[in-house]
């Protein structure tokens, strides 16, 4: 009886987890479709208009903190620190689904920059970047990485109330990150949406693979 009930629940979790990645990719492949056609300019620009409208010293200062906290350096760095504390607590399973989720996501990320090859808007930018734009590096390993942290501090957590606390915040500190790159000029809106989109996709895959080791392993 419990091993049908355990494998109800499996059921249902993958069911969730498929129209979960399907809702992603399906976004992502629209965003696709649009830019192909040339038919995200107009809405792009009007975005980039409207976040623009607001700069000012204080919050570029501001922006660029937060984006930052977006960047290559600072999520390698955070993704070692994070693994290192995981293996002093002898959590090896969740440190290596960090590894594998940002590493690999990070590679992802440049794969896809490489195939699309979209330049980097030129309407005012506050910051300057090199490389393609499209999807946004900082979005897509910003959901990956404080998406993974939400899940490990859900797997972990004991009390609910820091469940949803934790991941409301860093939910919002996500989506910050993505705004950030919209306002400091060195993103499309379209870029940030595929980025989280396609970070999405990526997380619940490693999700699932994760559960699957951690069901395996207690089978």
Not at 101 to 114: C, E, R, V
Not at 144 to 153: D, N, Q, T, V
Not at 200 to 213: D, E, K, Q, V
Request: proline share 2%; hydrophobic share 55%.
């Amino acid at each position: 009886m419990k091993r049908k009930n355990l494998t109800s629940k499996n059921i249902i979790y993958l069911t969730l987890a498929a129209a979960i990645i399907g809702g992603f990719v399906l976004l992502f492949i629209e965003i696709v479709d649009e830019l192909k056609e040339n038919e995200l300019i107009r809405f792009d620009e009007a975005v980039i208009q409207y976040v623009q409208a607001f700069i000012s010293p204080r919050l570029t200062e501001y922006m660029s903190v937060i984006t930052f906290l977006g960047s290559v350096k600072w999520l390698a760095f955070s993704v070692i620190m994070a693994v290192v504390l995981l293996f002093i607590f002898k959590k090896s399973s969740l440190a290596w689904f960090m590894v594998l989720s940002s590493g690999l996501g990070a590679l992802f990320n440049l794969l896809l920059k490489w195939i699309f090859k979209r330049e980097r808007p030129d309407i005012r930018p506050l910051i300057e970047e090199q490389g393609f734009s499209f999807p946004s590096g900082h979005s897509m390993g910003s959901f990956i990485f404080y998406g993974s942290l939400a899940y490990m501090i859900i797997h972990l957590a004991k009390r609910k109330r820091w469940k949803t606390a934790w991941t409301v915040m860093l939910g919002c500190f996500i989506i910050m990150i993505g705004l950030s790159r919209i306002y400091l000029g060195v993103h499309f809106p379209s870029d940030v949406i595929a980025g989280f989109a396609a970070g999405g996709a990526w997380l619940t895959i490693m999700i699932i693979g994760f559960r699957y080791y951690e069901y395996r392993k207690n089978v």
